[in-house]
């Protein structure tokens, strides 16, 4: 039996880690589940796995939770210190699922006890990879990705002989704006933005999905997981998001991770590695899909895209400056303060006008991000929608 704690368990990923493990409740158990401030949904899913712990970030809504969970022994808690404390339980697996840079200090906690960490949120390999990926290596953790594209890449990857590898190539929907012109994105609604094609998820990285930055995170995430050049890591649109990625070796051979467009698949990957387990989606059928499309992706239509690729070229500070400027961005567009086209343009702004030194630590990540949010802040209110 693995111990299992959840970083996120009201998200989609949270749910769909839920979801798996219940089925399978004689090879799991429940350490720690945790939300933000969805006291409902965290109860209901502490009950249900009868969980050890359960703690919300907000700890305004740690008093409901108290009184959700009375009588049931399962200790609460909120706040920062507590969700790093939780991260810190000693879990064979832990999921990482907190959408943002919030997740990292969390994350980190979960590292330092040497288990099993899936990797659901791309801000921390993004923002702080060197840190992370060094922290994982002096405590002898194992990370492994659960986007479905880096676990398609890992499945298919060999990590024996990289040197054989010619290019890893990653694939995107295109996102819901993939036939928009940029005069019709301009007037894209929230809706309209957070209507996915293929996928069901959260409304931040439905967003990131509409604009493509969701691929340039994943570009730069890839970069940081797997021994190869940047240059040998290349995105094309798949609009069916059947095939998840792709990896081409120096013989000509192209190995690829075949699936239907649901994160439980990639997640029972990660919770049974390296064996696997069963996942109750239909079996894939090639026939009714009928044919697969691929195209190169339009830099001047989706410049996330652009903004990304120069990011991981430059190196140091520039990926935590731009994960953190989008995030911004992305939140005033859900708040319906700018418009579509903002989002790439208020993170084009912030990353011409800050440029810091490298951050070496962790404290130094976060005042990077910190600093960054602010200007992009700033220029925010400078947008009139």
Not at 133 to 161: K, M, V, W, Y
Not at 242 to 264: F, K, N, T
Not at 269 to 288: E, N
Not at 364 to 378: P, S, Y
Request: charged letters at 20%.
């Amino acid at each position: 039996m693995k111990s299992v704690t959840i970083l996120g368990a009201t998200g989609s990923i949270g749910t769909s880690t839920l979801d798996l493990i219940e089925r399978e409740p004689d090879n799991f158990q429940v350490l720690a589940l945790t939300a933000n401030g969805d006291v409902a949904k965290l109860a209901a899913a502490a009950i249900r796995t009868n969980a050890r712990r359960a703690v919300v970030a907000d700890e305004r809504y740690l008093s409901d939770l108290r009184a959700a969970l009375a009588g049931t022994g399962i200790e609460t808690a909120g706040g920062a210190l507590a969700l790093c404390e939780a991260a810190a339980m000693g879990a064979d697996v832990t999921m990482a699922a907190i959408v943002g840079c919030a997740g990292l200090e969390p994350v980190l906690a979960a590292i330092g006890q040497g288990g099993t960490i899936i990797l659901a949120n791309k801000e921390p390999l993004v923002s702080a990879g060197d840190v992370i990926l060094a922290a994982a290596a002096a405590a002898g953790a194992t990370l492994l990705p659960a986007d479905s594209e880096h676990n398609a890449i890992f499945q298919c990857f060999d990590a024996a002989r990289p040197h054989r590898v010619r290019r890893i190539i990653l694939t995107a929907s295109g996102g819901p704006f993939r036939d928009k012109s940029l005069a019709e994105m301009r007037h894209m609604t929230l809706e309209q933005a957070v209507a996915h094609p293929n996928w069901s998820m959260g409304a931040k990285i439905s967003v990131d999905s509409a604009t493509l930055m969701n691929k340039g995170l994943e570009l730069i995430e890839a970069a940081r997981l797997f021994p190869v050049a940047n240059h040998q890591i290349e995105i094309i649109v798949h609009r069916q998001s059947v095939i998840h990625s792709m990896v081409e070796y120096v013989d000509g051979s192209v190995l690829a991770q075949l699936g239907p467009p649901d994160m439980r698949t990639p997640i029972a990957y990660c919770l049974a590695w390296p064996d696997r387990m069963a996942a109750p989606m239909a079996p894939l059928d090639l026939v009714a899909i009928g044919r697969l499309d691929f195209e190169a992706p339009d830099p001047v239509r989706f410049p996330a895209l652009r903004l990304a690729r120069e990011a991981l070229e430059a190196g140091g500070a520039r990926p935590a400056i731009l994960n953190a400027a989008n995030e911004v961005a992305v939140a005033a567009f859900l708040e319906r303060r700018i418009g579509f086209l903002e989002i790439a343009a208020i993170v084009e702004d912030t990353l011409s006008g800050y440029d810091p030194a490298a951050p070496e630590a962790l404290e130094a990540v976060l005042a990077v991000d910190a600093e960054a949010r602010r200007f992009a802040g700033e220029r925010v209110k400078d947008c009139v929608v």
